[in-house]
């Protein structure tokens, strides 16, 4: 896939998971900076941890002031039209879906560019697509939805084993980046619309004290 290409969807990304940081800030009612914080952590803080850890510096959030833009503009569009934002969540969820396989794929890509074995291009992946989110729940004071039976990092992890796997029959780069993605995004949807969750903790304790 043409690095254009790619600069293109991941801006895109940062944009959408920029959007859902700032409508958390909305819900926890912060002030402005608040918000435009959530939006950057989210938009951005995902892709910073994966280049850190793979040791890819500058990281890709500075050396191209693109990204830190779009989650402030973002983050400010979103704290002006707060009211409009909060009716529409369904449209949030897709979104949120999309940008989850976008960056899963993106990790992913950047591990095997760096040179990464199958389990750190996995890891990458998944820490691009929910690294930004665990910063947010953290700041605004919430357990991490990745911690709480979501079906939310087991999608990505899914599609960046995926991703491991398809490499193998090097297959053309935009038909790897589709179909990991679409994977993540399509396992996310269908997850919230069948309700799918892991079982937790409290579940597991309610059922040994049934029997």
């Given at each position: ?35 435009t ?36 503009v ?52 998944v ?9 947010r ?72 004290r049934?029997?």
């Amino acid at each position: 896939m043409e690095p254009a290409v790619i600069q293109i969807l991941d801006l895109a990304g940062t944009c959408v998971f920029a959007v859902t940081g700032a409508v958390k800030g909305v819900r926890k009612h912060l002030d402005i900076f608040g918000v435009t914080v959530l939006a950057c952590c989210v938009g951005v803080g995902g892709g910073i941890i994966r280049d850190t850890v793979i040791g890819r510096v500058p990281v890709s959030a500075l050396a191209n002031e693109n990204y830190i833009l779009v989650s402030i503009v973002s983050g400010l569009v979103t704290f002006a039209t707060a009211k409009q934002w909060m009716r529409i969540r369904s449209f949030l969820q897709i979104g949120d879906a999309a940008g989850l396989g976008i960056f899963t794929a993106l990790g992913a890509q950047r591990a095997f560019e760096a040179g990464l074995g199958n389990t750190g291009i996995i890891l990458c992946g998944v820490i691009t697509a929910i690294g930004g989110g665990i910063i947010r729940d953290v700041l605004s004071g919430t357990v991490p939805v990745v911690l709480r039976s979501d079906f939310y990092a087991t999608a990505s992890m899914i599609g960046a084993l995926i991703f491991c796997i398809l490499i193998k029959f090097s297959p053309p780069c935009s038909l790897l980046f589709i179909v990991s993605a679409g994977t993540v995004t399509l396992l996310r949807l269908l997850a919230l619309h069948y309700n799918v969750q892991l079982p937790a903790a409290g579940y597991l304790t309610r059922r040994r004290r049934r029997r």
